[in-house]
């Protein structure tokens, strides 16, 4: 008989940092999926990049230590000094630029 493989989800960056600002306006939405996620043994997994745009603002390592999610382990640690180290040049040259959204295009 084949065993069924667990159900799994990679979390994105809008998701993770909803779901840890209870500020947001989806917070709530957020954690009625991170509640089901748990209660139904869904794997969460956090890519590297997630990692580093979340460090980019606030540190990782209390979400890594939740033990919900699961990091892949592909340049961890270097993705999180890269948030860190963004977000220092970015506080440096807060006068170039208000915000990282502010080279994007529409």
Do not use: C, W
């Amino acid at each position: 008989m084949l065993r069924q493989p667990r159900q799994s989800v990679l979390i994105d960056t809008s998701f993770l940092i909803t779901l840890f600002d209870n500020s947001r306006p989806n917070h709530e939405v957020a954690k009625k999926y991170y509640k089901y996620f748990i209660d139904n043994n869904i794997d969460m997994y956090l890519s590297a990049i997630v990692a580093s745009e979340y460090e980019y603002k606030d540190s990782i390592d209390p979400i890594l230590d939740t033990g919900n999610f699961i990091p892949l382990p592909f340049n961890l640690a270097d993705s999180k000094l890269a948030g860190s180290f963004t977000s220092r040049l970015h506080s440096e040259s807060r006068g170039k630029h208000t915000s990282r959204d502010s080279t994007r295009t529409t």
